[in-house]
């Protein structure tokens, strides 16, 4: 298949569909000379913020994978704890990335970086992550916000104001680029880009960078 006629999967690990189109039109921006295809897990949890639902997500992620791998030149899983992704990487022959381990690369890579994330009780899932794509070296670590990720996410600019804090945070705790970790925090992590004078590294545009460059022209 030519490099113009190439179709991407994105998958979203929880059950809301309006989070994957979401989710599928910031990606369609990033590589708007593809196909972006946006497929909601059947089952799990509504939004993963602790870490029995990011685990549970990992069965109906690694299911949805097997059935779109025909139609797809490559996968995104689009949840930043990347549930399921090594599974689907270890048996399809086409790549699989994750948004998180897309961000924490794309990051690391400018120097000094660190996650604001609303999800306080995944903060020992993301240092994991972290150290599983050689980032610990340069990271100055998870910057959290108060409220719960449920409330902020039914309240906009709430979750913009408190993770604009969290960022500033990590600007004071040495980071040059953060990462906002969460496929659902997306369309904030673009108003930060334009409110804060550090780098922010928007998961999902990260991992169709790195999509681009694994698949052959």
């Not at 999967?9 to 809301?16: E, F, M, R, S, V």
């Not at 992704?85 to 690369?105: D, K």
């Amino acid at each position: 298949m030519s490099s113009d006629q190439r179709t991407i999967a994105l998958i979203n690990p929880n059950t809301n569909a309006a989070t994957t189109d979401m989710m599928v039109e910031l990606a369609r921006e990033a590589i708007p000379e593809w196909t972006v295809d946006g497929y909601t897990a059947p089952f799990g949890p509504r939004m993963i913020t602790e870490p029995v639902a990011l685990e549970e997500s990992v069965v109906p992620v690694v299911e949805l994978g097997h059935q779109v791998a025909d139609h797809a030149d490559a996968i995104i899983v689009s949840a930043f704890g990347d549930p399921g992704r090594t599974e689907l990487a270890e048996s399809l022959t086409i790549p699989v990335i994750g948004i998180g381990q897309a961000a924490i690369l794309r990051a690391s890579a400018d120097g000094p970086f660190g996650i604001a994330t609303t999800t306080r009780r995944l903060a020992d899932s993301l240092h994991r992550l972290v150290e599983a794509h050689g980032g610990q070296g340069d990271f100055t670590g998870i910057e959290l916000t108060e409220a719960d990720p449920l409330d902020l996410a039914a309240d906009p600019d709430e979750q913009f104001r408190q993770l604009l804090a969290a960022v500033r945070r990590g600007r004071e705790h040495g980071a040059e680029s953060m990462i906002i970790g969460g496929g659902p925090l997306s369309a904030t992590a673009r108003r930060l880009r334009e409110s804060v004078d550090i780098r922010i590294v928007e998961p999902i545009p990260a991992a169709c960078e790195l999509v681009r460059s694994l698949l052959p022209s």
